[in-house]
């Protein structure tokens, strides 16, 4: 069973719609994080979240913008995306920031028409 | 900047025979290595990690170890069957960043 639920599983948007990806874990553990993984590739780190609050943002684009209501919740909120930007999204969390067993969801699979 | 790098990219084993995976990291300060199993359209998955403070660890067929002097650190399968075919990601927790950098992956196909 997967313990990081994603939703939804897929996602298909236009370049100028609004949309969010959502991320849930009931593990108590207080850090999160946004992945985006290409066909063939290694997850590409975009976010970190320790304690609700960000802690890493690798330098992502605007067009994405994390939120954190609390500390089972994750939110990616997609607006204006390029084509380029269609992946696999996975969100992580794990005990703690400094603790590196991270565990996955099952990903959101995004097209950007 | 820090990277992982993992050989080899696909590797191809006989149902029942052994399967190795090599990485070697760059920050001499990481401490914490997990390998990723990945099945076609699913999550990674964590199937064992070590930290710097032991050199090998066994879980039933899968065992990493540990060389923290030349900066190494493998995956090894035994008696392989057909559901270990996947792709495998190792990675290297980065202390002064305080994330994960995985190694580009390893296609791995058990033949029957």
């Known amino acids: 069973d997967t313990e990081v639920t994603q939703t939804p599983k897929h996602l298909v948007m236009g370049m100028t719609n609004k949309k969010s990806l959502k991320c849930e874990q009931h593990?108590?553990?207080?850090?999160m994080y946004w992945y985006k993984q290409k066909a063939k590739k290694p997850p590409e780190l975009m976010f970190v979240?320790?304690?609700?609050?960000?802690?890493i943002n690798e330098s992502v684009p605007s067009r994405f913008s994390p939120e954190c209501p609390n500390s089972s919740l994750l939110n990616l909120h997609l607006h204006a995306l390029q084509p380029e930007d269609s992946a696999l999204y996975l969100c992580a969390s794990s005990q703690g920031f400094r603790d590196g067993a991270q565990h996955f969801g099952d990903g959101t699979r995004l097209s950007i028409l | 900047g820090e990277n992982v790098e993992q050989h080899p990219s696909t590797l191809s084993v006989q149902e029942g025979d052994s399967a190795v995976i090599k990485c070697t990291y760059s920050d001499s300060a990481s401490n914490y290595f997990p390998w990723y199993k990945q099945e076609l359209g699913k999550r990674p998955q964590l199937i064992i990690d070590?930290?710097?403070?032991?050199g090998e660890k066994k879980d039933q067929r899968i065992a990493v170890t540990l060389n923290k002097t030349a900066k190494h650190f493998s995956l090894h399968i035994t008696e392989t069957q057909p559901e270990d075919s996947a792709v495998y990601f190792c990675?290297?927790?980065?202390?002064?960043?305080?994330?994960?950098?995985f190694g580009q992956g390893t296609r791995l196909t058990i033949n029957p």
């Open positions: 070590i930290r710097s403070n032991v």
């Open positions: 979240y320790s304690y609700e609050k960000l802690s």
């Open positions: 593990m108590g553990h207080r850090a």
């Open positions: 990675a290297a927790l980065i202390q002064g960043a305080q994330k994960l950098v």
